[in-house]
Protein backbone atom coordinates (compact mmCIF):
# COMPACT_ATOMS: atom_id res chain seq x y z
CA UNK A 1 0.00 0.00 0.00
CA UNK A 2 1.38 3.35 -0.76
CA UNK A 3 2.59 6.10 1.85
CA UNK A 4 -0.47 7.84 1.19
CA UNK A 5 -2.98 5.33 1.93
CA UNK A 6 -1.82 4.30 4.31
CA UNK A 7 -1.20 7.31 6.05
CA UNK A 8 -4.84 8.10 5.15
CA UNK A 9 -5.70 4.66 7.39
CA UNK A 10 -3.43 5.77 10.26
CA UNK A 11 -5.32 9.03 10.54
CA UNK A 12 -9.02 7.63 10.65
CA UNK A 13 -7.73 4.76 12.88
CA UNK A 14 -6.21 7.46 15.58
CA UNK A 15 -9.63 9.55 15.28
CA UNK A 16 -11.69 5.94 15.98
CA UNK A 17 -9.78 4.75 18.76
CA UNK A 18 -11.71 6.52 21.13
CA UNK A 19 -15.06 5.35 20.18
CA UNK A 20 -13.59 1.65 19.38
CA UNK A 21 -12.72 1.73 23.23
CA UNK A 22 -16.19 1.40 24.29
CA UNK A 23 -16.17 -2.03 22.85
CA UNK A 24 -12.98 -3.30 24.64
CA UNK A 25 -9.55 -3.97 23.95
CA UNK A 26 -9.76 -7.08 21.72
CA UNK A 27 -9.38 -5.74 17.85
CA UNK A 28 -11.28 -8.54 16.66
CA UNK A 29 -14.22 -7.06 18.02
CA UNK A 30 -13.30 -3.48 17.01
CA UNK A 31 -12.69 -4.65 13.94
CA UNK A 32 -16.14 -6.37 13.53
CA UNK A 33 -17.50 -3.10 14.67
CA UNK A 34 -16.03 -1.24 12.11
CA UNK A 35 -17.04 -3.46 9.11
CA UNK A 36 -20.62 -3.16 10.20
CA UNK A 37 -20.38 0.62 10.71
CA UNK A 38 -19.05 0.75 6.64
CA UNK A 39 -22.23 -1.08 5.95
CA UNK A 40 -24.38 0.63 7.58
CA UNK A 41 -23.23 3.92 6.46
CA UNK A 42 -23.21 2.39 2.91
CA UNK A 43 -26.83 1.75 3.27
CA UNK A 44 -27.63 4.85 4.60
CA UNK A 45 -25.97 6.71 1.81
CA UNK A 46 -27.39 4.09 -0.67
CA UNK A 47 -30.77 4.92 0.96
CA UNK A 48 -31.51 8.44 1.87
CA UNK A 49 -28.38 10.63 0.31
CA UNK A 50 -28.49 9.12 -3.58
CA UNK A 51 -32.46 9.70 -3.32
CA UNK A 52 -32.24 12.20 -2.55
CA UNK A 53 -29.87 13.39 -4.64
CA UNK A 54 -32.13 11.51 -7.84
CA UNK A 55 -34.98 13.88 -6.61
CA UNK A 56 -33.41 16.72 -6.73
CA UNK A 57 -31.65 16.07 -10.27
CA UNK A 58 -35.49 15.58 -11.49
CA UNK A 59 -36.29 19.34 -11.15
CA UNK A 60 -33.25 20.41 -13.39
CA UNK A 61 -33.48 20.47 -17.42
CA UNK A 62 -30.37 18.20 -17.62
CA UNK A 63 -30.31 14.47 -18.23
CA UNK A 64 -26.80 14.34 -17.96
CA UNK A 65 -27.04 14.88 -14.10
CA UNK A 66 -29.72 12.11 -13.54
CA UNK A 67 -27.48 9.46 -15.23
CA UNK A 68 -24.58 10.77 -13.80
CA UNK A 69 -25.67 9.57 -9.74
CA UNK A 70 -26.50 6.69 -11.37
CA UNK A 71 -23.02 5.93 -12.08
CA UNK A 72 -21.21 7.30 -9.06
CA UNK A 73 -23.62 5.21 -6.75
CA UNK A 74 -22.69 1.78 -7.21
CA UNK A 75 -18.54 3.13 -7.13
CA UNK A 76 -19.09 5.15 -3.80
CA UNK A 77 -21.06 2.49 -2.06
CA UNK A 78 -18.07 -0.13 -2.79
CA UNK A 79 -15.79 2.13 -1.75
CA UNK A 80 -17.74 2.95 1.72
CA UNK A 81 -17.52 -0.89 2.51
CA UNK A 82 -13.82 -1.49 1.01
CA UNK A 83 -12.56 1.58 2.84
CA UNK A 84 -14.05 -0.52 6.12
CA UNK A 85 -12.69 -3.55 5.43
CA UNK A 86 -9.41 -2.23 4.58
CA UNK A 87 -9.69 -0.23 8.29
CA UNK A 88 -10.96 -3.48 9.96
CA UNK A 89 -7.78 -4.74 8.51
CA UNK A 90 -4.99 -2.50 10.07
CA UNK A 91 -6.49 -2.68 13.64
CA UNK A 92 -6.35 -5.93 13.55
CA UNK A 93 -2.48 -5.85 12.45
CA UNK A 94 -2.41 -9.32 11.20
CA UNK A 95 1.47 -8.72 9.69
CA UNK A 96 2.78 -8.46 7.00
CA UNK A 97 2.73 -9.99 4.04
CA UNK A 98 -0.83 -10.36 4.76
CA UNK A 99 -1.75 -7.01 5.33
CA UNK A 100 0.05 -6.04 1.94
CA UNK A 101 -2.06 -8.42 0.41
CA UNK A 102 -4.90 -7.49 1.62
CA UNK A 103 -4.62 -3.96 1.29
CA UNK A 104 -3.41 -4.08 -2.64
CA UNK A 105 -6.50 -6.99 -3.28
CA UNK A 106 -9.04 -4.03 -1.83
CA UNK A 107 -7.27 -1.32 -3.51
CA UNK A 108 -7.57 -2.97 -6.82
CA UNK A 109 -10.71 -3.97 -6.60
CA UNK A 110 -12.03 -0.13 -5.92
CA UNK A 111 -9.47 1.11 -8.68
CA UNK A 112 -11.99 -1.61 -11.06
CA UNK A 113 -14.85 -0.62 -9.95
CA UNK A 114 -14.05 3.40 -10.73
CA UNK A 115 -12.61 2.32 -14.10
CA UNK A 116 -16.02 0.62 -15.53
CA UNK A 117 -17.59 3.82 -13.83
CA UNK A 118 -15.25 6.12 -15.82
CA UNK A 119 -15.62 4.22 -19.26
CA UNK A 120 -19.25 4.70 -18.78
CA UNK A 121 -19.43 8.00 -17.89
CA UNK A 122 -17.22 8.73 -20.57
CA UNK A 123 -19.28 7.27 -23.65
CA UNK A 124 -22.42 9.03 -21.64
CA UNK A 125 -20.81 11.88 -21.75
CA UNK A 126 -19.35 11.85 -25.41
CA UNK A 127 -22.06 10.60 -27.02
CA UNK A 128 -24.10 13.48 -25.20
CA UNK A 129 -22.42 16.08 -26.82
CA UNK A 130 -21.83 13.94 -30.17
CA UNK A 131 -25.77 14.18 -30.15
CA UNK A 132 -25.33 18.35 -30.87
CA UNK A 133 -22.04 19.45 -32.54
CA UNK A 134 -22.70 23.20 -31.84
CA UNK A 135 -20.84 22.57 -27.86
CA UNK A 136 -17.87 20.85 -29.88
CA UNK A 137 -17.79 20.94 -34.10
CA UNK A 138 -14.93 17.80 -33.92
CA UNK A 139 -16.91 15.72 -31.90
CA UNK A 140 -20.30 14.02 -33.82
CA UNK A 141 -21.95 10.45 -34.86
CA UNK A 142 -18.55 9.88 -37.42
CA UNK A 143 -15.95 10.94 -34.85
CA UNK A 144 -17.99 9.63 -31.80
CA UNK A 145 -15.70 5.95 -32.24
CA UNK A 146 -12.29 7.56 -32.65
CA UNK A 147 -12.65 9.65 -29.34
CA UNK A 148 -14.37 6.95 -27.33
CA UNK A 149 -11.83 4.32 -28.24
CA UNK A 150 -8.58 7.38 -27.62
CA UNK A 151 -10.77 7.77 -24.56
CA UNK A 152 -11.08 4.50 -23.34
CA UNK A 153 -7.33 3.56 -23.73
CA UNK A 154 -6.44 6.42 -22.25
CA UNK A 155 -8.40 5.31 -19.20
CA UNK A 156 -7.07 1.90 -19.03
CA UNK A 157 -3.78 2.24 -19.52
CA UNK A 158 -4.21 4.40 -16.16
CA UNK A 159 -6.13 2.24 -14.11
CA UNK A 160 -3.07 -0.63 -15.50
CA UNK A 161 -0.77 2.02 -14.15
CA UNK A 162 -1.93 2.89 -10.72
CA UNK A 163 -3.08 -0.86 -9.96
CA UNK A 164 0.60 -2.10 -10.73
CA UNK A 165 1.12 1.15 -8.36
CA UNK A 166 -0.88 -0.48 -5.66
CA UNK A 167 1.57 -3.40 -5.69
CA UNK A 168 4.34 -1.72 -5.45
CA UNK A 169 5.63 -2.81 -8.80
CA UNK A 170 7.63 -0.03 -10.16
CA UNK A 171 6.74 1.00 -13.98
CA UNK A 172 9.71 3.06 -15.08
CA UNK A 173 11.26 0.00 -16.78
CA UNK A 174 7.84 -1.00 -18.53
CA UNK A 175 7.51 2.77 -19.46
CA UNK A 176 10.95 2.71 -20.91
CA UNK A 177 10.37 -0.66 -22.83
CA UNK A 178 6.74 0.16 -24.02
CA UNK A 179 8.71 3.47 -25.44
CA UNK A 180 11.27 1.55 -27.42
CA UNK A 181 8.41 -1.02 -28.37
CA UNK A 182 6.62 2.14 -29.78
CA UNK A 183 9.56 3.30 -31.66
CA UNK A 184 10.20 0.10 -33.25
CA UNK A 185 6.25 -0.39 -33.90
CA UNK A 186 6.46 3.29 -35.28
CA UNK A 187 9.06 2.38 -38.10
CA UNK A 188 7.44 -0.44 -38.91
CA UNK A 189 3.86 0.42 -39.23
CA UNK A 190 4.80 4.11 -40.95
CA UNK A 191 2.16 3.43 -44.30
CA UNK A 192 -0.81 2.20 -41.03
CA UNK A 193 0.29 5.55 -38.70
CA UNK A 194 -0.40 7.86 -42.28
CA UNK A 195 -3.54 6.35 -42.97
CA UNK A 196 -4.88 6.76 -39.00
CA UNK A 197 -3.98 10.06 -38.61
CA UNK A 198 -5.37 11.09 -41.83
CA UNK A 199 -8.16 9.54 -41.02
CA UNK A 200 -8.37 11.48 -37.87
CA UNK A 201 -7.78 14.60 -39.56
CA UNK A 202 -10.21 13.43 -41.96
CA UNK A 203 -13.27 12.77 -39.34
CA UNK A 204 -12.12 15.99 -37.66
CA UNK A 205 -12.03 18.37 -40.58
CA UNK A 206 -15.32 16.95 -41.99
CA UNK A 207 -14.73 17.59 -46.18
CA UNK A 208 -16.82 14.96 -46.69
CA UNK A 209 -19.69 12.82 -45.74
CA UNK A 210 -21.37 9.26 -45.86
CA UNK A 211 -23.56 9.53 -48.80
CA UNK A 212 -21.70 12.23 -50.56
CA UNK A 213 -20.60 12.22 -53.92
CA UNK A 214 -16.68 13.10 -54.42
CA UNK A 215 -14.24 13.39 -57.23
CA UNK A 216 -10.88 12.74 -56.58
CA UNK A 217 -7.92 13.77 -58.99
CA UNK A 218 -7.25 10.47 -60.54
CA UNK A 219 -10.83 10.57 -61.82
CA UNK A 220 -12.38 8.33 -59.55
CA UNK A 221 -16.33 8.96 -58.71
CA UNK A 222 -18.80 7.43 -56.40
CA UNK A 223 -21.00 7.59 -53.61
CA UNK A 224 -18.97 7.33 -49.97
CA UNK A 225 -20.21 4.63 -48.39
CA UNK A 226 -17.76 4.55 -45.15
CA UNK A 227 -15.22 6.77 -43.60
CA UNK A 228 -13.14 4.35 -41.42
CA UNK A 229 -9.87 5.11 -39.56
CA UNK A 230 -7.47 3.31 -42.29
CA UNK A 231 -9.22 3.79 -45.59
CA UNK A 232 -12.54 5.09 -47.22
CA UNK A 233 -14.70 3.66 -49.32
CA UNK A 234 -16.65 4.94 -52.91
CA UNK A 235 -19.32 3.05 -54.44
CA UNK A 236 -18.98 4.21 -58.24
CA UNK A 237 -22.01 4.63 -60.86
CA UNK A 238 -20.43 0.85 -61.98
CA UNK A 239 -21.84 -0.33 -58.66
CA UNK A 240 -18.38 -1.17 -57.80
CA UNK A 241 -16.83 -0.79 -54.76
CA UNK A 242 -13.16 1.49 -54.44
CA UNK A 243 -11.29 1.38 -50.89
CA UNK A 244 -9.12 4.26 -51.09
CA UNK A 245 -6.29 4.82 -48.14
CA UNK A 246 -6.76 7.47 -45.97
CA UNK A 247 -3.55 8.90 -46.78
CA UNK A 248 -3.92 9.23 -50.16
CA UNK A 249 -7.56 10.88 -49.67
CA UNK A 250 -5.32 13.21 -46.75
CA UNK A 251 -3.30 14.61 -49.76
CA UNK A 252 -4.94 14.62 -53.03
CA UNK A 253 -8.20 17.04 -54.06
CA UNK A 254 -11.86 16.21 -53.24
CA UNK A 255 -14.50 17.96 -55.65
CA UNK A 256 -17.56 17.48 -52.89
CA UNK A 257 -20.55 17.59 -55.84
CA UNK A 258 -22.98 17.29 -52.81
CA UNK A 259 -21.13 19.80 -50.97
CA UNK A 260 -21.98 23.21 -50.70
CA UNK A 261 -24.90 25.19 -49.16
CA UNK A 262 -27.47 22.34 -51.14
CA UNK A 263 -27.22 19.00 -53.03
CA UNK A 264 -28.23 19.98 -55.84
CA UNK A 265 -25.76 19.77 -58.94
CA UNK A 266 -25.47 21.71 -62.47
CA UNK A 267 -25.46 20.28 -65.52
CA UNK A 268 -24.46 21.05 -69.03
CA UNK A 269 -25.85 20.21 -72.26
CA UNK A 270 -23.64 21.72 -75.22
CA UNK A 271 -25.14 21.86 -78.63
CA UNK A 272 -24.19 23.47 -81.84
CA UNK A 273 -26.65 24.90 -84.65
CA UNK A 274 -25.98 25.50 -87.99
CA UNK A 275 -25.04 29.24 -89.39
CA UNK A 276 -28.44 30.62 -90.46
CA UNK A 277 -30.42 29.07 -87.31
CA UNK A 278 -32.60 31.41 -85.76
CA UNK A 279 -31.18 31.36 -82.43
CA UNK A 280 -34.39 32.95 -80.59
CA UNK A 281 -35.97 29.79 -81.86
CA UNK A 282 -33.01 28.02 -80.22
CA UNK A 283 -33.32 29.62 -77.05
CA UNK A 284 -37.12 28.92 -77.27
CA UNK A 285 -36.59 25.16 -77.92
CA UNK A 286 -34.00 24.31 -75.25
CA UNK A 287 -36.14 26.34 -72.14
CA UNK A 288 -39.32 24.33 -72.78
CA UNK A 289 -37.15 21.00 -72.78
CA UNK A 290 -35.56 22.12 -69.50
CA UNK A 291 -38.60 23.08 -68.00
CA UNK A 292 -40.98 19.71 -69.12
CA UNK A 293 -38.72 17.90 -67.78
CA UNK A 294 -39.19 16.97 -64.58
CA UNK A 295 -36.16 16.10 -62.99
CA UNK A 296 -35.02 19.54 -63.46
CA UNK A 297 -35.63 21.73 -60.67
CA UNK A 298 -37.54 24.94 -61.20
CA UNK A 299 -35.83 27.00 -58.84
CA UNK A 300 -32.58 27.74 -60.10
CA UNK A 301 -34.25 28.69 -63.17
CA UNK A 302 -32.61 26.50 -65.84
CA UNK A 303 -31.11 28.87 -68.80
CA UNK A 304 -29.78 29.06 -71.94
CA UNK A 305 -26.37 30.46 -72.99
CA UNK A 306 -24.80 31.24 -76.60
CA UNK A 307 -21.57 30.57 -75.68
CA UNK A 308 -19.26 31.08 -78.99
CA UNK A 309 -19.05 31.17 -82.65
CA UNK A 310 -17.31 27.70 -83.38
CA UNK A 311 -15.51 26.37 -86.81
CA UNK A 312 -18.70 25.11 -87.80
CA UNK A 313 -21.26 25.72 -85.65
CA UNK A 314 -23.28 27.89 -83.25
CA UNK A 315 -22.63 27.36 -79.69
CA UNK A 316 -24.78 26.90 -77.14
CA UNK A 317 -25.28 25.71 -73.95
CA UNK A 318 -28.52 24.28 -71.70
CA UNK A 319 -27.68 24.65 -68.13
CA UNK A 320 -30.21 23.60 -65.52
CA UNK A 321 -30.09 21.70 -62.05
CA UNK A 322 -31.01 18.25 -60.60
CA UNK A 323 -31.70 17.32 -57.07
CA UNK A 324 -29.13 14.91 -56.59
CA UNK A 325 -25.25 14.62 -58.51
CA UNK A 326 -26.52 10.80 -58.43
CA UNK A 327 -29.17 11.75 -61.79
CA UNK A 328 -26.73 13.52 -63.91
CA UNK A 329 -26.13 10.70 -66.07
CA UNK A 330 -30.36 9.57 -66.24
CA UNK A 331 -31.04 13.52 -67.14
CA UNK A 332 -28.28 14.27 -69.40
CA UNK A 333 -29.59 10.84 -71.47
CA UNK A 334 -32.96 12.36 -71.70
CA UNK A 335 -32.48 15.90 -72.42
CA UNK A 336 -29.93 15.07 -75.38
CA UNK A 337 -33.06 12.48 -76.63
CA UNK A 338 -35.15 15.72 -76.25
CA UNK A 339 -32.97 18.19 -78.08
CA UNK A 340 -32.08 15.99 -80.89
CA UNK A 341 -35.77 14.87 -81.56
CA UNK A 342 -36.74 18.62 -81.37
CA UNK A 343 -34.41 20.12 -83.26
CA UNK A 344 -35.11 17.28 -85.94
CA UNK A 345 -38.98 18.54 -85.87
CA UNK A 346 -38.17 21.79 -86.03
CA UNK A 347 -35.82 21.67 -89.02
CA UNK A 348 -32.69 23.31 -86.87
CA UNK A 349 -29.54 21.72 -88.39
CA UNK A 350 -26.81 20.09 -85.90
CA UNK A 351 -23.80 20.40 -88.32
CA UNK A 352 -20.93 18.32 -87.83
CA UNK A 353 -16.87 18.62 -87.96
CA UNK A 354 -16.24 19.17 -91.97
CA UNK A 355 -12.94 20.72 -93.65
CA UNK A 356 -13.19 22.28 -97.38
CA UNK A 357 -10.48 21.74 -99.41
CA UNK A 358 -9.11 23.68 -102.22
CA UNK A 359 -6.97 21.88 -104.54
CA UNK A 360 -4.78 24.97 -106.52
CA UNK A 361 -3.13 22.98 -108.94
CA UNK A 362 -3.68 19.05 -110.66
CA UNK A 363 -0.42 17.20 -110.56
CA UNK A 364 1.23 16.23 -114.53
Not at 108 to 127: N, Q
Request: charged content about 20%.
Amino acid sequence: MNESNDQMLGNLQVSLKPYLGYFGDNTWVQALVVIIASFVIAWIFNGFVINTLKRLAVKTSFDIDNHLIDLLHRPIHTSVILLGLALATRIMGIGDPFDFIIFSILQSIAYLVWTLMLLTLTRAVLSHFAQDDKHLPVLHTQTLPLFLNIANIAIMVFAIYIIFTAWNVDMTAWLASAGIVGIAVGFAAKDTLANLFSGVFILADAPYKIGDFVVLDSGERGEVTHIGIRSTRLLTRDDVEVTIPNSVMGNTKVANESGGPAEKYRIRIAVGVAYGSDIDKVREILMGIALNNEAVCEDPEPRVRFRQFGASSLDFELLGWIDQPVLRGRVIDALNCEVYKAFIKEKIEIPYSKQDLYIKEMPK
